[in-house]
């Protein structure tokens, strides 16, 4: 039996990308979120001191809740569908990847918000944030790139049936 190609770069899938970014990205939102608890230490920013700006600003609550809380939910479960989308019969299907697509083009949208804060009403710079919003741009295009590969593999399959 040939094995089956499966589009991606560097030996690993879209999929697997998209877990691994996120899971990094979970990390952070979870180290900023217990730093804001205290339960972190010393933050680890830099000396523009703007990690701490925009931790404390209104800007770092949506809803009553803390954003790099959200964050850390929010790429967590992006890396748990992609896992669990990567594996057995759910390799090529197309359910994991429109999920991941509703999971993190709203969580763009999020970002944009949170990047014209940062930029624009407090005028200053958090590399944390800065990395999470180079991040989730990066997981849309491969998100994209996974959405073409599962209608490619849908549509192929529907030809040979």
């Known amino acids: 039996m040939t094995p089956v190609h499966r589009d991606g770069f ?4 879209y999929r697997q990308w998209i877990a691994l970014i ?13 730093w804001k608890l205290g339960l972190a230490g010393a933050l680890a920013c830099g000396g523009s001191g703007g990690c701490a700006v ?3 600003s209104q800007w770092s ?7 790099a809380l959200i964050g ?17 019969v759910r390799v090529d299907a197309r359910g994991p990847a429109l999920v991941l697509a509703a999971l993190v083009y709203p969580a763009i ?15 200053t710079f958090c590399p944390w944030c800065a990395i999470s919003a180079v991040s989730i741009t990066i997981l849309g ?11 490619a593999v849908a549509t192929s399959a529907v030809r040979t049936s």
């Open 54 to 56: 925009v931790q404390f």
């Open 141 to 151: 295009v491969i998100v994209a790139f996974e959405l073409r590969r599962t209608r």
């Open 109 to 123: 949208l999020f970002t944009l918000r949170l990047k014209y804060a940062e930029f624009i009403v407090l005028k």
């Open 61 to 67: 609550w949506f809803l009553g809740v803390d954003v």
């Open 10 to 13: 560097l030996g690993m899938t």
């Open 22 to 34: 996120a899971l990094v990205n979970a990390f952070v939102a979870t180290y900023l979120h217990l």
């Open 72 to 88: 850390a939910v929010g790429y967590s479960a992006v890396v748990l569908v992609a896992v669990v989308g990567s594996t057995g």
